[in-house]
């Protein structure tokens, strides 16, 4: 089955300060998805972006599928956005795959 | 608030005992989805409904069943508990494959197995 590959796999920003978060995936893929789970568990999705590159607020996400990769781009960070980060492509029909994510801590 | 609710959020079993985790979506959903999360990994699938009367296998079906009679409510169920099923446990629905946005999580079943 698929591979993924999330980094780094732990990360600690002052806030303020941006940072990259890279997925790497072995097959080709249907679409992807970034999540985000905060501290208390809460799963949020934050895009569904099988290709190309779409902006939510400081938030950007950008997928190459035919390179096999998507980063999710943190501007400006704050405190909240402290968690883990997962990516999670699905290679077609019902499954999709989680990485074992990226935990972020953003300093006051 | 329409989502994915689940019930219950903390559970503690006895190794052998059983018990149904609830899963209900109030937003007419198609699909519904369980899943597993172990500490320091991410999620992986347990099974997966694509509709009413439907269920399949995920990635870690062995020691679970699902039920989903009715479309909105997707039940797992732990016959005979065991100490590696200690995990967090989510839920999550989407519309279809077609539509251009992804997965409502519940917010978790934390559940251990003494």
């Known amino acids: 089955g698929i591979q993924v590959e999330q980094s780094p796999p732990d990360l600690i920003l002052q806030e303020g300060a941006n940072s990259t978060l890279r997925c790497n995936f072995s097959?080709?893929?249907?679409?992807l998805q970034w999540f985000h789970q905060n501290p208390w568990g809460q799963l949020i999705n934050l895009f569904y972006?099988?290709?190309g590159t779409k902006q939510n607020g400081r938030l950007s996400a950008t997928t190459v599928a035919t390179e096999r990769y998507s980063l999710l781009y943190i501007s400006s960070s704050q405190t909240t956005d402290s968690g883990v980060y997962f990516c999670a492509p699905n290679t077609g029909g019902f499954k999709t795959i989680f990485g074992a994510g990226t935990r972020l801590f953003v300093k006051a | 608030n329409a989502g994915v609710t689940q019930t219950p959020k903390f559970r503690v079993l006895k190794t052998g005992q059983s018990m149904t985790l609830l899963c209900a979506q109030d937003m007419n959903h198609e699909y519904m989805y369980w899943y597993r999360q172990d500490p320091g990994m991410g999620l992986r699938l347990i099974h997966y409904?694509?509709?009413?009367?439907?269920?399949a296998k995920g990635e870690v079906p062995d020691g679970y069943n699902v039920s989903r009679l009715k479309k909105q409510n997707f039940l797992l169920g732990l016959e005979s508990a065991a100490p590696s099923q200690t995990s967090v446990y989510f839920c999550?629905?989407?519309?279809?494959?077609?539509?251009?946005?992804?997965?409502?999580f519940g917010s978790g079943t934390r559940l251990t197995v003494v």
């Open positions: 409904s694509v509709g009413e009367g439907t269920t």
């Open positions: 972006i099988p290709s």
């Open positions: 097959d080709s893929v249907n679409n």
């Open positions: 999550a629905s989407r519309p279809s494959l077609r539509a251009n946005y992804g997965y409502t």
